[in-house]
Structures are given as structure tokens and as C-alpha cells.
């Protein structure tokens, strides 16, 4: 198969995907679909993004989020819902350590 034809075909399966998410309502994978500072230091933020599959990660990083930064905490939720709560919890001031650690 020629370079043409594979790069047709790659396309032709992204629109395929991209179909698929939307009729599911997903993100695309790496979308950030929340960002927001988090107040208690000007270098904290929360950001959530998407895994392309209906799940996305919550993470209180600090830096210059998304070129130089270390996430302080991070927890992958099975739907953009649920990490989309846990940001908003965070952001109204529950602790992240409690909200982002890994579940028992």
C-alpha cells in the first residue's frame, strides 16, 4: 500500500472515530475539557482532559500548564462527568489530596 492510500485510509478511520464520539458525546483524546486556576496559589491548576473514550483525568498541576508543569495529583475517572466533579470539588475548596487520591 502506498504512502497516498495509507494516509487515505488513516483519515478515512479518524472521521470514522470522530463520528463515533460525537454520537457518544465524547471529547477528543487530550481535549482539555476543564482548566481553571485554583486560588490558592497562582501557580495551581486544574485541569481535565479527555481520554477519547468517555473517561478523562483530573490533575492539580503547578507551573505553565501545558508547556512546563509537574502534576502535584492526578486521578483517571471512567467518565468525563465524574472527573469534571471531582475539578469542581477541588475548586471549591476540597482538599485535592482527598478528592485524587486513588480509591481503597
Given at each position: 500500500?502506498?504512502?497516498?492510500?495509507?494516509?487515505?485510509?488513516?483519515?478515512?478511520?479518524?472521521?470514522?472515530?470522530?463520528?463515533?464520539?460525537?454520537?457518544?458525546?465524547?471529547?477528543?483524546?487530550?481535549?482539555?475539557?476543564?482548566?481553571?486556576?485554583?486560588?490558592?496559589?497562582?501557580?495551581?491548576?486544574?485541569?481535565?482532559?479527555?481520554?477519547?473514550?468517555?473517561?478523562?483525568?483530573?490533575?492539580?498541576?503547578?507551573?505553565?500548564?501545558?508547556?512546563?508543569?509537574?502534576?502535584?495529583?492526578?486521578?483517571f475517572?471512567?467518565?468525563?462527568?465524574e472527573?469534571?466533579?471531582?475539578?469542581?470539588?477541588?475548586?471549591?475548596?476540597?482538599?485535592?489530596?482527598?478528592?485524587?487520591?486513588?480509591?481503597?
Amino acid at each position: 500500500m502506498e504512502r497516498a492510500e495509507k494516509l487515505a485510509e488513516l483519515r478515512s478511520l479518524q472521521a470514522r472515530a470522530d463520528a463515533i464520539r460525537k454520537s457518544f458525546g465524547f471529547s477528543p483524546p487530550g481535549q482539555v475539557i476543564s482548566l481553571a486556576s485554583l486560588g490558592v496559589s497562582p501557580d495551581d491548576t486544574v485541569v481535565v482532559e479527555a481520554d477519547g473514550f468517555g473517561g478523562a483525568t483530573t490533575s492539580v498541576v503547578e507551573g505553565n500548564y501545558p508547556v512546563d508543569y509537574i502534576a502535584k495529583f492526578e486521578r483517571f475517572f471512567p467518565s468525563e462527568s465524574e472527573a469534571r466533579g471531582a475539578a469542581e470539588l477541588v475548586w471549591h475548596g476540597a482538599s485535592p489530596r482527598q478528592i485524587l487520591a486513588a480509591p481503597a
